[in-house]
């Protein structure tokens, strides 16, 4: 009696699993044949909504469609019961950046108090928002901070960058230009700044769009200038 019924089971599972395949491939197909401008489809997956199934392209960008593919949604996708915004905690969880994988070698670190909770933010010189940030980010004591220069605004922000980079004591050289406007000093021709181009190309990669962008142990990621309480709280939360 068991080993009918497991094996009934197992027919079910197989099942539903061919089913599921071809329900995919014909999402695939008909979306790749109507809108042939659509880029590469990374992922078909069922949602907790009934008949609407997610699409994932180019990486991280979430669209919904129906069983066959006759319609494309683009927006959010909310639980109304649970009040949760489920897209965007999709969109949170696939642009997480582990925090062991970020280069930390192409950064350089902002300690204050014990340091014992540690932080990474992108930041490009020339950006009025981390300015602001910066200022703020004076409140969090005990706080490693992985300052990653990311030049993305304009060449003049690659100048100060190398600038900032290449100076004796980069973490004094960015304080103050970043919370007195103090130009920092003209970079020796000798100075190696390619850590530079290695952090826009690994933010290219993570998609980090704006700045300043945060990671924080855990692999949160948040974008933008938040206060001072919001870093406290993110720093509280993450367990790494």
Do not use: H
């Not at 969880?93 to 994988?101: C, E, G, H, M, V």
């Not at 103090?182 to 181009?197: W, Y």
């Amino acid at each position: 009696m068991k080993s009918t019924l497991k094996t009934a089971l197992a027919l079910a599972a197989l099942s539903l699993s061919l089913l599921a395949s071809a329900q995919e491939a014909t999402i695939r197909k008909n979306l790749a044949e109507r809108i042939p401008q659509l880029q590469k489809i990374d992922e078909v997956s069922k949602t907790p909504m009934p008949g609407l199934y997610e699409v994932r392209v180019n990486g991280t960008d979430i669209l919904y469609t129906d069983a066959e593919g006759n319609f494309l949604i683009q927006g959010s996708l909310i639980d109304t019961k649970l009040k949760r915004n489920l897209t965007e905690e999709r969109v949170d969880k696939l642009t997480a950046i582990d925090f062991k994988s970020l280069p930390l070698k192409d950064a350089f670190t902002i300690v204050r108090g014990d340091g014992k909770r540690k932080m990474a933010v992108f930041e490009d010189p020339n950006c009025g928002y981390c300015k602001r940030f910066e200022a703020d980010l004076q409140k969090i004591n005990n706080v490693t901070v992985y300052l990653f220069l990311y030049p993305i605004l304009s060449k003049d922000s690659a100048d100060k960058s190398r600038n900032i980079w290449c100076a004796k004591d980069k973490a004094k050289a960015w304080n103050d230009w970043m919370l007195n406007d103090v130009t920092p000093a003209a970079a020796p021709a000798s100075c190696d700044a390619t850590a530079l181009t290695r952090n826009v190309e690994f933010g290219k990669k993570y998609k980090i769009t704006g700045t300043p962008t945060l990671v924080f142990a855990d692999g949160s990621r948040v974008p933008g200038a938040i206060s001072s309480a919001q870093v406290e709280k993110f720093l509280t939360d993450a367990k790494p």
